[in-house]
Every structure is written in C-alpha cells, then in structure tokens.
T-cell receptor, first 115, second 112 residues
C-alpha cells in the first residue's frame, strides 16, 4: 500500500449507530487531518494531529470523536449522527502539520450517508 | 464574505479549448497559492503551487497570481477529456499556521 488509504470507502448508517472511519498513511509523515467535504462547499477542516497530539479541533460537534494512536493511523469515531453529517470525509497527511509550507496528501475519502 | 470564493460551475468546454479557472480571496496575508485536482471518487491531489505574485507554468497548466486584485487563476491549454475533474484552489499565509484555506472547487467537464 502506498500513500494515504481510507476504509471503508462507503458507509451507510442510521442515526443511532456507532461506526468508525480508518485512515492510514504510508508516507512517514508526522501530521494527519480529517476534513469534511459537502457538495458545493469548501473543504472543512475538522481535526489536526501532530506527532499523535491533537493540535486543532475546528469546533466539531462531540458526535465526532477522533483518535490517533500513532503517526500513521487516524480514526474518526461516529455516534448519533444527523442526516446533515452525510458527506465525503477525507483524511490527509503532511510532513510537519502546517508548521511550514508543505503539501497535504489526501486519501480517497469515505462517502458517508446518514439515514 | 467567505475567505476564498470559487465558482462551483460546472464549466463545460470542448476538447482543445483553453480553460480559465479562478478564485478570489479576502485575506491579504495569503502568500502561497495552490491548485488541487480532484477526480471523481478520489481525494484531491496537488497540481501546482506558486508563491506571492506572478506566473508559473507546468506543461499545459499555468498558474497566475495577482495579489493586488486578490485574484488567482489556473489556465489549461489544449484541454483534454482526462482534465475533467474538480479543481480546488487553496492558500496559506506566510506566517503562523500553514494549514490551507480551500475554495469550494470548480467542476470542469471537457467533452470530446
């Protein structure tokens, strides 16, 4: 596996379900990100982790709970979501987490539908 | 006013056309300007980046920055059906956090 991978690629869940999204990066980067991409809206930064420590939480509702056990893995735990949470959830990684000008590398995303 | 404005399109052009994609922004601190390309069912990938004002060319692609007007452009010459994708502009300031601010993307369709 190379680059940034995400599983599952598609997820349908009810509002009472609990599910988790997984991201893995094989680039040796130190920073990982969760973004939400909704139709016709800019990418919304949700969380940033640098060296496994959360450095940014962009006022995300508590029904989204991130976890970063190491610099290569990132999870997004979902519970009691709302239909408006349906979107493409993108994971990204970068070498230094925005401390210097750098490129972010994105995974293919998880398409989430909340019924 | 949004920090970065980008017309979502879709923009539909015939093969071989010159395409112009644009973004405007309000934060004069932005210094680094990037264009990402996102194919359907894929994540965004960096296409080009420029620093401050001026032009940068890479093959059929030219990125242009006009800081006085707070306006950036991406030109695609001899457009191909394989260029059909969503193009997102992104930008960061020169200091503080370099996490980019994205536009909402322009959907481009190049038809044969």
């Amino acid at each position: 596996e190379t680059g940034v991978t995400q599983t599952p690629r598609h997820l349908v869940m009810g509002m009472t379900n609990k599910k988790s999204l997984k991201c893995e990066q094989h680039l040796g980067h130190n920073a990982m990100y969760w973004y939400k991409q909704s139709a016709k809206k800019p990418l919304e930064l949700m969380f940033v982790y640098n060296f496994k420590e959360q450095t940014e939480n962009n006022s995300v509702p508590s029904r989204f709970s991130p976890e970063c056990p190491n610099s290569s893995h990132l999870f997004l735990h979902l519970h009691t979501l709302q239909p408006e949470d349906s979107a493409l959830y993108l994971c990204a990684s970068s070498p230094w987490g925005g401390l210097t000008q750098e490129t972010q590398y994105f995974g293919p995303g998880t398409r989430l539908l909340v019924l | 006013q949004k920090e970065v404005e980008q017309d979502p399109g879709p923009l539909s052009v015939p093969e071989g056309a010159i395409v112009s994609l644009n973004c405007t922004y309000s934060n004069s601190a932005f210094q680094y300007f990037m264009w990402y390309r996102q194919y359907s069912r894929k994540g965004p990938e960096l296409l080009m980046y420029t620093y401050s004002s001026g032009n940068k060319e890479d093959g059929r692609f030219t990125a242009q920055v006009d800081k006085s007007s707070k306006y950036i452009s991406l030109f695609i010459r001899d457009s191909q059906p394989s260029d059909s994708a969503t193009y997102l502009c992104a930008m960061t300031p020169s200091g503080g956090s370099y996490i980019p601010t994205f536009g909402r993307g322009t959907s481009l369709i190049v038809h044969p």
